[in-house]
């Protein structure tokens, strides 16, 4: 599909993929199928030397196998849905989606998508996702995806919150606050064990 890192162009090539509610809907502004988008990505990053793995895995039946996989487009879009995700969704649920990620990986590979456990956590997958929508602009060069951008009507990152700087957005002395009682149940432990000592 595409070519070694060391061959592609010493030029990187830029592309921008628009999103809504967690599914692809267009490349560079253009809307597209899900069928046409991974084509003309197959095309790009294969051209760019994105998505080649050279992996040992683990089997079903558990021996171990070698695969040398060729996937530019997922490889895209996989950054692109991430890089999506990190603004949009709260951490909790973004720490907990990756939990279970490993989950559902293993009940497609091991052939098991038609159990209720699957159809559950593509319940909860699909949740996730009802405000997972922008735009993601990425920068290919040499078998690298690099974020170069990201924007989203839904985004949970505002500048104002974020500064370290003093604003009226919160005192920043009531972090002493929150520290003692985020420490506490170490403090507490590390106590219990001095006295047993």
Known sequence: MGVSPEQAPDTPTYVTISFEKGVPVALNGEKMSGTDLILKLN????????GLDDLVENRLVGMKSRGVYENPAGTILYKAHQILETLCLDRDTMHYKEIIAVQFGELV??????????????AFVTSTQQFVTGEVKLKLYKGNVINAGVTSPYSLYDEEIATFDED??????????????????LKVQAMSKQKKN
């Open 43 to 50: 095309e790009i990053g294969g051209a760019n030397g994105i």
């Open 109 to 122: 590979y091991f052939g098991k998508w038609y159990t209720p456990l699957r159809e559950a956590l593509s």
């Open 168 to 185: 009226e957005v919160y005192d920043q002395k009531d972090s002493a606050g929150f520290i003692k009682l985020f420490g506490l149940p």
